[in-house]
């Protein structure tokens, strides 16, 4: 056979022939970088590392004219979600540390009354005691509001004698009115 002439086809369809080129088709090679992520050899003409999924043809681009390659890059904008979608975190806390407060404060305050004596105990972790003689208090007083008259609280203030401040006002009170005249009471029985 001569050179330029074409090779016989061993296959009798057609459709279904092989076709022989006398001469390998160049194939362009392709170069091979490492991934930014996971460091394996990736082909510089594929889109992403098949090991990892890192986008490499994307980080590869150089720059577009329209993109400043010198000095820092700002942002457009920035973008954060909205409280909206935070609403129930912020209205549970509310609901939450309201409650935590009023129990440590009513904790941190105790009225005691004995037969001889009146105590005020004061703060939760440090600690204030006040003693009292019924015989030394001037005055109880008792304040309320007219939603402390619907609840049965009120403030109590009681005036002494024997103190340097000369007053001690003790809020909320349940029932103030009963409490006065038990105080009265231990005052008398003296």
């Known amino acids: 056979m001569l050179e330029g002439s074409p090779?016989?086809?061993p296959n009798p369809n057609p459709k279904l022939s092989l076709s022989v080129s006398p001469k390998p088709a160049l194939i362009p090679s392709m170069a091979l970088i490492d991934c930014p992520e996971c460091r394996k050899p990736v082909s510089s003409e594929?889109?992403?590392c098949p090991g990892c999924g890192y986008p490499v043809?994307?980080?590869?681009?150089?720059a577009t004219p329209?993109?400043?390659t010198s000095g820092p890059r700002e942002p457009i904008a920035v973008v954060h979600p909205s409280w909206w979608g935070y609403f129930w975190y912020w209205f549970f806390f509310f609901l939450i540390v309201p409650p935590f407060i009023?129990?440590?404060k009513?904790?941190?305050t105790v009225l005691r009354i004995y037969r001889d004596r009146i105590t005020i105990e004061r703060g939760l972790f440090s600690k204030c005691y006040q003693d009292y003689h019924p015989k030394d208090i001037r005055s109880i007083d008792?304040?309320?509001t007219f939603f402390?008259?619907?609840l049965g609280i009120g403030d109590l203030t009681l005036s002494t004698a024997a103190s340097s401040e000369g007053t001690e006002i003790l809020l909320s009170i349940p029932n103030p009115q009963a409490v006065r005249e038990l105080i009265l009471a231990q005052r008398g029985n003296q």
Not at 57 to 62: A, D, H, R, T
Request: hydrophobic share 35%.
């Open 66 to 68: 329209t993109q400043s």
């Open 46 to 48: 594929a889109r992403a």
């Open 57 to 62: 043809v994307e980080k590869l681009k150089p």
């Open 142 to 144: 008792v304040d309320q």
């Open 7 to 9: 090779t016989p086809n």
């Open 148 to 150: 402390g008259r619907v």
């Open 102 to 104: 009023a129990w440590v």
């Open 106 to 108: 009513r904790s941190a």
